[in-house]
């Protein structure tokens, strides 16, 4: 058997010109990037820089005031109708808030996209969702509800759920967001087996630096006040090589030693 979809130079996704923004608050200009298939492909920025809307902008959720997003030999801007439907059907996404539907199983949860766009038998849906959640060593807990599940269990039935209907490419925002470091660095195993064996392609937005280093092929750093992309590459590049210090300086950053509170009375 060959090895499935080993990362190559095709880009999966490339963005041009993007203009992204509210009304008439513009948040990020000129991006551009392209994530080539099999990447690990990591956003980074400060905090309201953006890094969603970039996403909720590529995923067709708003519509962007400038640019194209290709995938293949379409459009998203511009795309409609059906040409629109099947470009999304092949983006899996998890979500900043990321839940699960709480009154759904995990198994009903990881179904939920086949139940909304194929007509397959039941029986073909749960299996397929079972595979799903053997992906993502989740295959025990189908029957348990959300609540039962440790945050880290949760984030992988999301991603489950998110890869149900065999996407393309995988966004995902912020998966380590609330979990513990051991937790975290599971997941970033996940993250690496699915794409280094199974040949899955993702967009991560994260500023964990561990995760970072442990997961990205390639990062983009965004920034607010340019209002774009002020470093690319392999994050060992951009922390050794970068030549804008702010870049330099968050990949050099050190985890900081919590503050030392005096207890003297
Ligand atoms: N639907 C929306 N309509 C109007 N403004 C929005 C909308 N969504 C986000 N914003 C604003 O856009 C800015 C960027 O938000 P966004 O969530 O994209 O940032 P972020 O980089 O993901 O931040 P964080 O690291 O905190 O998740 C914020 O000022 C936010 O209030
Ligand atoms: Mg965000």
């Known amino acids: 058997m060959s090895t499935p979809n080993i990362q190559s130079d095709e880009p999966v996704i490339a963005v041009k010109g993007l203009k992204v923004g509210y009304g008439d608050k513009v948040l990020l200009e000129s991006v551009d990037f392209s994530v080539r298939r099999g990447e ?18 590529i995923i067709g959720l708003y519509q962007p005031m400038a640019g194209e997003i290709w995938f293949g030999t379409s459009n998203l801007v511009g795309a409609r109708g059906d040409e629109r439907l099947q470009i999304l059907r092949q983006f899996g996404v998890m979500y900043q808030s990321g839940a699960l539907f709480g009154s759904l199983t995990v198994l009903e949860n990881v179904r939920l996209p086949l139940d909304e766009f194929t007509e397959l038998p039941m029986q073909s849906k749960e299996l397929i969702a079972l595979t799903k959640l053997k992906m993502v060593a989740m295959e025990a807990a189908g029957n348990k509800m959300p609540a039962e599940l440790s945050g880290g269990m949760q984030k992988r039935a999301a991603i489950a759920r998110a890869m149900a209907l065999d996407p393309r490419i995988l966004f995902l925002d912020e998966p380590s967001a609330g979990l513990d470091p051991i937790t975290s660095a599971g997941l970033d195993a996940l993250i690496k087996d699915l794409s280094k064996n199974l040949g899955f392609t993702f967009v991560i937005v994260t500023h ?43 990949f050099n950053r050190q985890a900081e030693a919590p503050p030392q509170v005096s207890l003297a009375v």
């Open 208 to 250: 964990e630096l561990q995760s970072i280093f442990a997961v990205a092929d390639r990062v983009i750093m965004l920034d607010a006040n340019t209002k774009g992309i002020i470093g690319t590459g392999k994050p060992e590049e951009l922390r050794d090589h970068s030549p804008n210090p702010w870049v330099r300086q968050f």
């Open 40 to 57: 690990v492909f990591v956003i980074l920025g400060g905090s309201g820089c953006g890094k969603s809307s970039l996403l909720k902008h």
